[in-house]
């Protein structure tokens, strides 16, 4: 019963991760040739990422991300690529937000996250990206973030956890709760999806705060960094607050 009613659940926010065809047309399009000129001769590549890709999208966060790869000969700064990018779209109207690693726009009523990041030298699908929260840089690969997350089995848990993240008004980033997740619930069953939530609000409870993750891409990049203590603390005091409920109705709904 349990079970059924958490992947009832999962099923009523789950977005699938194909985009139809007015979305294509009308949000990605226009953003694509948008940010083609803006980027000129320096234009990598311009590919779908975040939940979307990773198959975790839910209907309660932000739609679509867009990543924007510059080529690695591209001389401007990265904090610089962020501000040009933030600066263009604001003239074009689309009356952007500066978000962590994002710039946030609404295009024909879809939210959509822009992740301008540079090309690393050599074939790889390394990038540097810049960090506005705390005016810094760091390395990824977020083709890698799709697979790891894409190949866990751990899809129906971690749309479950962004519910209750949304549900819940938490500021947890995506890639760090889906590590999350994924570490958690290292050799539990795959066909348990309620058990295995309870199982990660104790986690969250018990040793989310103090867990150092890092970025599967790049060692160096200490992604539960991403949060402040009293940020951590907060989802921590939620998933104590949750695991304490008696029914599944007042947990995630």
């Known amino acids: 019963m349990s079970d059924e009613y958490v992947i009832k659940i999962a099923n009523k926010y789950h977005i699938r991760s194909e985009i139809d065809a007015t979305t294509q047309k009308y949000v990605i399009n226009p953003l694509e040739q948008l940010i083609s000129k803006w980027a000129g001769e320096c234009l990598n590549d311009i590919y779908l990422s975040g939940s979307r890709a990773k198959g975790t999208a839910i209907n309660l966060s932000s ?3 867009l990543f924007i790869s510059l080529k690695s000969t591209t001389d401007n700064t990265l904090k610089e690529i962020y501000e040009s990018l933030y600066g263009y779209i604001d003239r074009a109207g689309y009356k952007p937000r500066k978000q ?7 295009v024909a009523g879809k939210q959509v996250d822009l992740v301008p990041a540079k090309k690393r030298p050599g074939n790889t699908n390394y990038h540097s990206l810049y960090i ?3 005016d810094t840089w760091t390395q990824t690969n977020v083709i890698e973030h799709i697979n790891t997350v894409k190949n866990s089995d751990r899809i129906t848990e971690i ?3 962004k519910i209750w993240r949304k549900l819940h ?3 947890y980033p995506s890639i760090y709760l889906e590590l999350t997740v ?4 290292k050799g539990k069953s795959k066909s348990a999806p309620a058990n295995n939530f309870l199982i990660l609000l104790d986690y969250l409870q018990n040793e989310f705060v103090d867990k150092k993750v890092v970025d599967p891409a790049n060692t160096s990049n200490v992604i539960s ?3 402040y203590k009293y940020e951590k603390e907060a989802i921590q ?4 607050e949750s695991r304490s409920q008696k029914y599944w109705e007042d947990i995630i709904w």
């Open 63 to 65: 739609d679509l991300d």
């Open 100 to 106: 962590n690693v994002s710039i946030g726009v609404n």
């Open 132 to 134: 506005s929260k705390r």
């Open 159 to 161: 749309v479950l956890l």
């Open 169 to 171: 008004k938490l500021d």
């Open 182 to 185: 994924i570490e958690a619930l």
């Open 225 to 227: 960094d991403d949060l």
């Open 237 to 240: 005091k939620k998933a104590r």
